[in-house]
């Protein structure tokens, strides 16, 4: 736990030059909303207000990483493009012995609704995030993802949900579904993808809209890849039900789409998405299926679960989702499973 106190402490010994002030004369500290992992607070310096995100210690296994210094990379390569806040500073702090990053607040909500003119500005911000030129950025992850890695990345996550006291039948179900998702890879063939700067958890919660203009925050899972896992994960159930009680509609996935592929040189992103579209349904939901275990079954710290047990069962929720959508899909279609 990293308490505002120690958030006070730790900015008094920072140098005021970090934040461009000469001195610091006034410091007011207020919780932000939190994640599952980190802490975040919003700092008002001198009247400025600064994000401080004071990273948990690393977590193996987490598909949605938790690397402080990629956050870092990731907001300053991008600095020009305007879709995100400003880095101000990265450090590891020997102080909270964990990394912090301090960028500018952006002033907005989270995103809630999707009008016309949001999904708009998200497409085009996401086609200027992978329209990015990224032949000189050397310290991010990188990773060709075929249909063949995303298999293997399904089969290692059911084995370690194997070990997990899952109930029979939901095993059963994601078992088949691992199958089927086996011979669907063997039977398509695959399809070469440009790698550029993927967000890799575009959900409505790590979207800051204000008026007509928006920007991305959350940028800890930035991987040099295909950009069609973000296209998927904007679009698609999984992601937008972390957060909001419906998906988009099939009007609104169309507008997205249209907008996003107009702007790209991308030809064939939409068949990447369609193809790989129950892949990454089937590795997020058995990824949601081991993190809800786990909570469930006690195997989570109560320090990290503590008041956020809302947050904790959203795993449950976008399992379900998963599970809906690849029952719907043919090449996914599975027996009722019997006892
Ligand atoms: N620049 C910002 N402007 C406004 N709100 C922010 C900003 N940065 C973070 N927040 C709020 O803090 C929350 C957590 O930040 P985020 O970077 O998404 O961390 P986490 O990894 O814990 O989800 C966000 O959901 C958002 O509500
Ligand atoms: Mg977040």
Redesign the pocket.
């Known amino acids: 736990m990293v308490s505002p106190t120690d958030v006070k402490v730790y900015v008094e010994q920072l140098k005021p030059e970090v934040f461009g002030f000469e001195n610091i004369n006034s410091v007011e500290i207020n919780q932000?909303?939190?994640?599952?992992?980190?802490f975040?607070y919003?700092v008002k310096i001198n009247g400025e207000k600064f994000?401080f995100?004071i990273y948990s210690p690393n977590i193996p296994e987490l598909l949605f990483g938790?690397k402080g210094k990629d956050e870092s990379v990731a907001l300053n390569v991008i600095k020009d493009l305007q879709i995100a806040?400003e880095p101000i500073h990265f450090e590891y702090s020997h102080l909270l012995e964990k990394e912090v990053l301090i960028?500018?607040?952006?002033?907005?909500s989270?995103l809630l609704s999707f009008s016309n003119s949001v999904i708009e500005v998200v497409a085009k911000n996401l086609a200027k995030l992978h329209a990015l030129d990224i032949s000189k950025i050397e310290d991010l992850p990188r990773k060709k993802e075929t249909m063949h890695t995303l298999i293997t990345d399904i089969i290692s996550t059911f084995e370690k949900c194997n070990k997990l006291n899952i109930d029979k039948n939901e095993l059963n179900l994601f078992r088949n579904f691992v199958e089927k998702a086996k011979k669907y890879v063997d039977s398509e063939s695959e399809i070469e993808h440009p790698s550029v700067l993927v967000h890799g958890d575009l959900a409505p919660?790590?979207i800051?809209v204000e008026n007509d203009t928006l920007?991305i925050?959350?940028w800890?899972r930035p991987t040099l890849t295909d950009p069609a896992f973000d296209v998927w994960a904007f679009v698609e159930d999984a992601f937008v039900r972390w957060d909001l009680p419906e998906a988009l509609s099939e009007g609104q996935k169309k507008l997205f789409i249209e907008t996003y592929s107009s702007l790209v040189n991308d030809p064939t992103i939409l068949e990447r998405v369609k193809k790989k579209s129950s892949l990454y349904y089937l590795n997020v939901g058995l990824y949601c299926l081991m993190r809800y275990t786990e909570y469930e079954s006690g195997q989570i710290s109560p320090e990290r679960t503590k008041g956020k047990e809302h947050l904790w069962k959203k795993y449950n929720i976008v399992k379900d989702v998963c599970v809906e959508k690849l029952k719907e899909r043919s090449t996914f279609k599975v027996p009722a499973v019997t006892n």
């Open positions: 932000l909303p939190q994640g599952l992992w980190n975040n919003v994000v995100k938790n806040p960028y500018r607040f952006v002033e907005g989270q919660c790590n800051i920007k925050i959350d800890q």
